[in-house]
């Protein structure tokens, strides 16, 4: 059974407003796992406590990519710290994917990331943004970027709305992939080509095949998160943990 964790960055604005409190709000809603950005005081002693009182866990940290590559015992000794499962980066600038030569840089990049915070034994993940399946001499970017990746070192965090709004359609990107994913943003939308965001399992993507692939190939994480809202953004993190646990609830009865 994956573990649901909620990615911070979807209560940014709450939590600018009362971090203790929305942090609170997020045991309560029966979270067991966040996954953090690092940029909202999340590492701090008053994180470490509530950390402790709430029983909430880190499921993964993220950071920039240059800190990865230059300082990895960094982030090594922060997974370490607090307790994360993973490493994981969310963004390549623009001007370093160019071309499929870029990928390949990226890729060798990736590889030597990886097998160094391995050594530490923090696997690495990468969260795809949608820009990766732009196509160069008719060859995706994230099919360069896969075939020259070692999976001992560097695996997948995709994110299924901007799977799709790169033009993809996440079921397809998850099924080809399977076996590189080890945690996945979960994220809908409610239809193009608008795409605003709605709780998940209430919108386009595909969500009940895209959990019976985490159930079939054991993806170890799926992480909740939303940029948008209808409602307020605690009452959304709410209600599409709710929504995910009924879908793999049904799931596994077999409906």
């Known amino acids: 059974m994956p573990s649901i964790g909620l990615q911070l960055y979807t209560l940014r604005d709450d939590l600018k407003a009362d971090f203790e409190g929305t942090i609170r709000a997020v045991a309560q809603m029966g979270y067991e796992y966040i996954e953090t950005t ?13 950390i402790q009182e709430t029983n909430l866990k880190i499921a993964g940290l993220g950071f920039d990519i240059n800190t990865l590559e230059n300082e990895p015992q960094q982030v090594i000794d922060a997974c370490k710290e607090w307790n994360a499962h993973y490493a994981v980066t969310f963004w390549i600038d623009e001007s370093q994917r160019k071309s499929a030569d870029d990928w390949k840089r990226i890729a060798e990049r990736f590889n030597r990331i990886g097998e160094s915070l391995a050594s530490g034994g923090v696997p690495f993940l990468y969260h795809l943004h949608g820009y990766e399946f732009v196509a160069y001499n008719g060859k995706r970017a994230i099919d360069i970027l896969m075939e020259h990746t070692d999976p001992r070192y560097f695996n997948l965090e995709p994110d299924t709305y901007w799977v799709e709004y790169g033009g993809v359609d996440a079921v397809a990107l998850c099924q080809q992939y399977a076996d590189r994913i080890r945690a996945l943003h979960l994220k809908d939308y409610i239809s193009k080509p608008e795409m605003h965001d709605i709780e998940v399992g209430e919108g386009a993507i595909d969500m009940h095949t895209i959990l019976k692939l985490a159930l079939q190939h054991g993806w170890q994480w799926l992480i909740i998160e939303q940029e948008r809202y209808q409602r307020t953004p605690l009452e959304s993190a709410a209600r599409c943990l709710q929504n995910v646990k009924r879908m793999l609830q049904a799931l596994q009865a077999g409906s």
Do not use: K, T
Request: charged letters at 15%; aromatic letters at 8%.
């Open 38 to 50: 690092g940029f909202m005081g999340e590492h701090s002693p008053v994180m470490r406590q509530l």
